[in-house]
């Protein structure tokens, strides 16, 4: 009788190969069940939307609006398209009075010195909130959350 005194090669790759196959999905699957990503992607994308109208409005020397459409919950970016960010996506804007253009609707202007009329943004998908701030003075954009 031989005693066993220890694992062959081929245990010891099959060990590591399940090894391997657990490790490369646990990331996958907390990434699906933690909440939030799509928000955070929608506020990520907006923020981005915001800073370049701040910088056309700088480079153009013009005010540039970007006009946020909260029961649609899209915005109509610089160049005129329209943006959907998503479904399930709950926005709530807080803008100067002068920029509301609707019940639902409401935009936030980039003056050509960067300044703006500031404003705050909510975006959340049941899961996680983030929040966008524009500072009137600067027109810096700060994504929150």
Known sequence: MRENAGYTLFELLVVLAIMGLVLATVPMVVATARPGPASRAAAEELAAALRLARGEAI??????TLLLDVEGASYRGVDGTVHELGEGMH??????????TGDTSGQIRFFPDGSSTGGEIAIADGGRSYRITVDWLTGVVEVEG
């Open 91 to 100: 926005i709530e804007l807080v803008t100067a009075r002068s920029e509301l």
């Open 59 to 64: 480079g153009r020397y013009a005010p540039t």
